[in-house]
């Protein structure tokens, strides 16, 4: 029998055209193929792609320029840019080159001190607006013979309260030298500077029956000859287009807004707790009344209105009967009974 003879297995060679490859020669061939790696340039990256194009510009609303004057006598300035009345006020003392704490309060479209003119938290946009400044310095003593003095108290909105309205017949009313538009400045030498109305309303109401106090009042300064020097006041036209029923509602807090007129309902409303402002506190505030108003219009319930009411001005924390009161005076004008 013949023996098959061992034989080791060579390892496969590689192969290159069907022939095998020496280890030289596959040597060779990578380092080719590494050298044509390196001398090919690879693609640049792509470019950022451009960011998109701007969209128009907004439209900005046309700028807002009342014309003033100092209700004495003055020539007529241009004021804008003011969201409160604070600024307001600025705007005024720059213009006339005087200091915003001798403004006392303003009117509007009268240089008369006529409280049916004051301005409150809106200006319609074709107002004209008079500066009320600080005029004489006089100290009275008042003795309560009675409850309530006869004094109707209301604020500028920038620390000095005044007085609004004075109850004929009344302990007030007797005191020839107190006049409407007087802004209270101390009670007993304390000054109240920097209180709001119904804090002043207070102050007076608590002052005891059969004392005597003093009050220090700065009157609004009187025009004498400048009278007849007053220029007409032109229409606060320049620089708008507006409908001639528009407002604009400063406010404490935020920015000033241009609205349309209040309705009828808020009108009749507004005036309804304004009344009722006096005759719970002794005060009267257009502004308050309106926010009051604002915040009960939508309300189902009286205590839906009173929560709200508390979330705006929850620091004059009002009674509940002038609160039901208010709910009362809402429903009787959305029924019609005012």
């Not at 609303?61 to 006020?89: D, W």
């Not at 005024?92 to 403004?103: G, H, K, L, Q, R």
Request: net charge negative; proline share 8%.
């Amino acid at each position: 029998m013949q023996k098959v003879s061992g034989r080791k297995k060579s390892k496969q060679e590689p192969m290159q055209n069907g022939e095998a490859m020496s280890p030289q020669t596959q040597e060779s061939k990578s380092s080719a193929e590494e050298e044509e790696n390196r001398l090919t340039p690879s693609a640049p990256p792509l470019p950022p792609s451009p960011p998109p194009p701007p969209g128009p510009p907004p439209c900005p609303r046309p700028r807002l320029v009342f014309h003033t004057q100092l209700a004495h006598g003055s020539p007529t300035g241009r004021i804008h840019g003011f969201t409160n009345v604070k600024e307001l006020y600025g705007k005024i003392a720059e213009v006339f080159n005087i200091s915003p704490s001798e403004i006392l309060f303003c009117t509007l479209n009268s240089h008369k001190v006529d409280m049916q003119k004051l301005l409150g938290g809106q200006i319609g946009l074709e107002d004209f607006i008079f500066a009320h400044v600080r005029g004489e310095t006089k100290e009275v003593e008042v003795t309560k013979t009675e409850d309530a003095l006869g004094l109707t108290i209301t604020d500028n909105g920038a620390g000095y309260a005044f007085i609004k309205r004075i109850k004929e017949g009344s302990t007030i009313d007797r005191l020839k030298t107190v006049c409407v538009g007087d802004h209270i400045e101390a009670i007993n030498d304390q000054s109240i500077v920097g209180c709001r109305h119904y804090e002043v309303a207070k102050m007076l109401k608590e002052q005891p029956r059969g004392e005597p106090f003093t009050l220090r009042l700065v009157g609004p300064k009187k025009a004498f000859d400048m009278i007849g020097q007053r220029t007409k006041a032109p229409k606060s036209s320049e620089g708008k287009m507006v409908s001639g029923k528009e407002t604009l509602r400063l406010r404490s807090k935020g920015t000033a807004t241009v609205q349309e007129v209040p309705s009828e309902f808020e009108e009749k409303a507004i005036k309804q707790v304004d009344d009722l402002l006096e005759s719970y506190m002794g005060i009267r505030d257009p502004e308050l009344a309106t926010t009051i108003v604002e915040a009960g219009k939508d309300k189902k319930n009286p205590d839906d209105f009173a929560e709200a009411l508390d979330s705006v001005l929850g620091d004059f924390a009002f009674p509940d009967v002038f609160l039901f009161d208010v709910w009362g005076a809402l429903g009787d004008v959305k029924n019609g009974r005012v």
